[in-house]
């Protein structure tokens, strides 16, 4: 079984170019983060006539969550149980599907802004909810994992330059501390090898030239149980779909299961 993460940063503006990296990639499963879409608008046909099914939970802003699999939907639970919300309403960040062997969950974690902004403070409460509703699963025995966009780069070897981000958000040791408590719960953090370069990233910013110089960060994660790592054959950043016009600023985490 092939299992990817990829914010695609609008469906409906990478809309092409997700249903010819899907027909290329032979992936399975697909976890998709910023749809940017409301779920009436979600492209479900033109992908059905790839053979996916749909998840989605989006309301038609920033955010929005999706998994595409062509192995089955099942078990859908839209949003995050315990969602703390942000200025009072929950937001469309997360989605957990079974599909065939594997059960997923597909999150877009907060950015969190600023460090001491209310969206800071946010996203840490909302990491919190996340390793509470995925504890259960964690440690159970099906293969089980948490991928998506987590807007915290885990170690500094994550950053092309940790200095570039001295006193940012992403990259504090609260926000790394969630990480390790998510880990806690019985995750282990599914490291991608580069297809080019050093180290693995998987956002570059469009500014600056970014991407040709590789000034990236490695934020798009999977996060899985013993029985899926255990299964974990090959797994790498698909470097080359952030290439080209009309490119989202992430690159897809693809990972291959013998499940």
């Known amino acids: 079984m092939r299992i990817a993460t990829w914010n695609v940063n609008s469906i409906t503006a990478r809309l092409p170019?997700?249903?010819a990296w899907l027909e290329s990639s032979g992936t399975?499963?697909?976890?998709?983060q910023e749809a940017k879409v409301a779920e009436e608008q979600f492209p479900v046909e033109a992908l059905r006539e790839l053979g996916y099914e749909s998840a989605v939970h989006a309301t038609g802003r920033w955010n929005g969550v999706a998994v595409l699999s062509r192995v089955g939907l099942e078990d859908v639970v839209k949003g995050l149980p315990g969602d703390p919300g942000y200025d009072g309403a929950p937001e469309a960040r997360a989605l957990s599907v079974t599909c065939g062997p594997v059960r997923v969950w597909s999150v877009y974690v907060p950015n969190g802004r600023e460090v001491?902004?209310?969206?800071y403070a946010y996203k840490l409460q909302w990491l919190d909810a996340l390793k509470t509703a995925v504890?259960?699963?964690?440690?159970?025995?099906r293969p089980f994992a948490v991928l998506g966009d987590y807007n915290i780069a885990p170690a500094d070897d994550d950053v092309y330059d940790r200095a570039a981000f001295e006193g940012s958000t992403h990259v504090t040791p609260a926000e790394r501390a969630a990480l390790a408590a998510l880990r806690e719960t019985g995750l282990s953090d599914?490291?991608?090898?580069p297809l080019k370069y050093d180290h693995?990233?998987?956002y570059w910013d469009y500014r600056q030239l970014c991407f040709p110089?590789?000034?990236g960060m490695r934020i798009d994660l999977v996060y899985g149980n013993g029985p899926f790592t255990g299964a974990v054959k090959d797994a790498y950043v698909d470097r080359e779909e952030r290439?080209?016009?009309g490119a989202s600023d992430h690159a897809p985490v693809v990972v291959d299961l013998d499940v």
Do not use: M, Q, S, Y
Request: aromatic letters at 4%; one cysteine or more; glycine letters at 16%.
């Open 17 to 19: 170019r997700l249903l």
């Open 28 to 32: 399975d499963v697909l976890c998709l």
């Open 116 to 119: 001491g902004h209310p969206h």
């Open 135 to 141: 504890a259960g699963d964690a440690a159970g025995g």
């Open 190 to 193: 599914v490291v991608p090898r």
């Open 200 to 202: 693995p990233f998987t």
């Open 213 to 215: 110089k590789n000034r």
């Open 243 to 245: 290439k080209g016009k």
